[in-house]
């Protein structure tokens, strides 16, 4: 669970058709309700053609090519992206000023650009200081996983030198098809904390989800329960080698993958020697997601505004966790949906009174049909008390105190009261953390893509020392 995104720059190559055009590099801001968005493009010429690209930062998105672009003589600049139906459209007012609106999906935003200069040797791409780079003092290995369906992971296993066994650990990804990195915006924290372990003598399997980096399948139709299923044969794996100590390897999962590894820790008590949640979500799922929208889109709204959405949001997702077909649910929440754009100013394409009904109907079931994935339905239904009353062995659960999707007092709170079978559970809130566990001003999920940070140093020593403590890992520090 880590991006507010709106499925923008997905697709495209670049095919400059552009006549007088700026040239150089001009930046705005698109405002989506009270989040600010900055855009970048950038104009120039290779091979002697015009090209155009363009930057979404706060999504991890540099010199993404822009299909279409042209220039008219009155200073008309039109840019596409049809895949996307992406569409600029602006007036050139001088060398330095672009003013013009952006349409995609029936939402229309303007977005004025100001001529910026790019400064000489730095990349646009974030440089994430501290981020591990070879030659590693360890061994990793490209393993296959094959799950239940047939469908083959790929993932890295990290191993210390020497011959074993091992304790290890197994990351399992939040919400989200995530690559083994759990990669965004150049911020790769499963690779942090499995160099982080494995310099301390802790074995780590990481994996891309299905339909994800190197992985098989499709993610689409990925649920909760599937990717609990998936993550179950990883651990198979790790279990069957000799040079892992089976009874010493746990599973670390982060946002959604705290809830997972709960789940099969559950299931599975002979199998998991210990368990680490990093801003696990341990509450009802309707009431978690209820939370995040409190946090993240009603508390920036005017009181009378957020009031009215409010009421339409609880239906909303009462609505999505009935125990009912997905294609039922996503009718049911159809007209909801459609009002909460409206009072939010967004797909007006569903409300618009110029449109006929049939029309605003397709948009309307279509843009639902996306907003409602199976996985969202699966985490909004789930109810992971009764996994937590089972969970027999310790348990490290921690948040960043500027958590807004998994709010920390009410999470941990949870598990601390639930897993009553567990001899042991240590839970801590570490100050001026966000969801991602890096230092954020505020913790909005906007911020994610402009912080400049990585994962916590103290959080990766206090798991490698409570490891250490529970199940007696070597010390190995290089």
């Not at 979500?281 to 209820?290: N, P, R, S, T, V």
């Not at 997702?317 to 039922?328: C, E, N």
Request: hydrophobic residues 35%; contains cysteine; aromatic residues 6%.
């Amino acid at each position: 669970m880590k991006k507010m995104i709106l499925g923008w720059f997905l697709y495209g190559t670049a095919v400059g058709l552009c006549a007088q055009a700026p040239q150089g590099d001009f930046k705005g801001s698109i405002q989506i309700g009270q989040t600010t968005m900055p855009i970048v493009f950038h104009f120039g010429q290779q091979n002697g053609q015009p090209t155009t690209t363009m930057d979404s930062p706060a999504q991890g998105v540099f010199g993404f090519p822009v299909q279409s672009s042209e220039c008219l003589s009155d200073g008309e600049l039109t840019l596409k992206i049809p895949q996307i139906q992406f569409r600029y459209v602006g007036k050139v007012r001088s060398d330095s000023l672009i003013e013009g609106t952006v349409t995609q999906a029936g939402q229309s935003l303007p977005l004025n650009l100001v001529r910026t200069a790019r400064k000489a040797g730095v990349s646009s791409e974030l440089e994430r200081p501290g981020t591990p780079k070879p030659p590693f003092p360890y061994r990793e290995e490209e393993v296959s996983v094959t799950t239940k369906d047939g469908i083959k992971l790929s993932g890295s296993l990290t191993l210390p030198e020497g011959e074993g066994p091992f304790p290890a650990v197994l990351l399992i990804s939040g919400s989200g098809p995530q690559d083994r990195n759990e990669e965004a915006w150049k911020y790769k924290p499963f690779l942090m904390i499995a160099d982080c372990l494995t310099r301390q003598g802790i074995a780590v399997l990481r994996m891309d989800d299905r339909g994800t980096g190197k992985s098989g399948g499709r993610y689409a139709d990925a649920t909760l329960q599937l990717a609990a299923t998936d993550a179950e044969c990883a651990l198979d794996y790790l279990l069957r080698r000799k040079d892992i100590r089976r009874g010493k390897t746990g599973l670390a999962g982060h946002s959604m993958g705290g809830t997972i590894a709960f789940r099969i820790t559950a299931q599975r008590p002979q199998d998991v020697a210990f368990v680490l949640s990093l801003a696990g979500a341990a509450i009802l799922g309707k009431d978690l997601m209820m939370h995040q929208c409190e946090k993240i889109i009603l508390s920036q709204l005017p009181a009378t505004t957020s009031d009215s959405l409010r009421t339409l949001y609880e239906e909303l997702y009462g609505t999505m966790a009935l125990p009912l077909p997905l294609d039922s649910i996503r009718h049911r929440s159809t007209p909801l949906m459609v009002s909460i754009w409206q009072h939010l100013g967004i797909n007006e394409d569903t409300y618009r009174e110029n449109l006929t009904d049939s029309i605003r109907r397709r948009k309307a079931r279509q843009l639902t049909g996306q907003a409602i994935s199976p996985e969202i339905a699966s985490i909004i239904q789930y109810d992971p008390s009764h996994d937590l009353s089972r969970v027999q062995c310790p348990v490290w659960a921690v948040n960043g105190a500027k958590d807004l999707q998994v709010l920390p007092e009410e999470n941990l709170k949870a598990i601390k009261t639930l897993a009553k079978g567990s001899p042991q559970v240590v839970t801590h809130i570490y100050p001026g953390l966000n969801h991602l566990f890096m230092e954020a001003p505020t913790g909005h999920p906007s911020e994610y893509g402009l912080l400049k940070g990585n994962f916590s140093q103290e959080v990766l020593q206090d798991m490698v020392e409570w490891i250490r403590k529970t199940v007696g890992a070597p010390q190995t520090v290089f």
